[in-house]
């Protein structure tokens, strides 16, 4: 069984991704591969959702998928790795208070794994719910989808650790459940 991680959006209590820097626009962070040259250390920006949402989430799933100390850890505890990781700082574009604790995460992987006859899908890139094919993952614990490569799955192994982990900000759904008009 598969699941998404993606960024709870509805949690008005963490803080907003501002966006690419100048260095991150240069490089498309979800097309699966590997960079040709390491991505230099950066800062990104956030501020309140808002106005009042001050919490740091364990993960921005946004332009550059940012993950916390925390979170990155207990992916490549369960094994996770097919993923590269680069230090960044972010911090709050107000108060210039910095988190030194968070890194941009490149997942290297487009996997066409959507059994399509099991999954409703409005059209190529419009899923409704998706059935992931366990052959076509390969044993893969993380990857992206050829089809809709902004959505990360996760396998069951990995899902069930973090949501045991009280995360702030993640929302992680069985692949089957997750409608993209509702989210």
């Known amino acids: 069984m598969y699941y998404f991680i993606t960024q ?7 803080m907003n991704f501002l966006g690419h820097s100048e260095e991150s626009g240069k490089r498309l962070w979800i097309n ?6 390491p991505f230099p250390k950066d800062t990104f920006y956030v501020k309140p959702c808002m106005g009042s949402g001050k919490e740091m989430p364990d993960f921005f799933d946004s332009s550059v998928p940012v993950m916390s100390k925390r979170l990155l850890t207990a992916f490549t505890n369960l094994g ?20 030194s604790n968070y ?3 490149n997942f290297i992987g487009l996997v066409d794994a959507i059994d399509r006859e099991q999954s409703e899908m409005e059209d190529e890139y419009t899923f409704h719910s998706t059935v992931i094919d366990k ?3 390969q044993d893969l614990l993380c990857f992206r989808l050829f089809c ?3 959505v990360l799955v996760i396998h069951e192994k990995v899902a069930k650790k973090l949501m045991n982990m009280n995360l702030k900000g993640v929302l992680i759904v ?6 993209e008009d509702d989210f």
């Open 32 to 37: 699966g591969v590997r960079f040709s040259e």
């Open 174 to 179: 069985k692949t089957e459940n997750y409608d």
């Open 148 to 150: 809709g490569p902004t």
């Open 103 to 105: 890194f941009a995460i």
């Open 80 to 99: 996770v790795d097919n993923i590269d990781v680069y230090q960044i700082s972010v911090k709050e574009e107000n108060t210039d208070e910095e988190w």
């Open 135 to 137: 052959n076509k993952a």
């Open 8 to 14: 709870d959006l509805d949690d008005v209590t963490t």
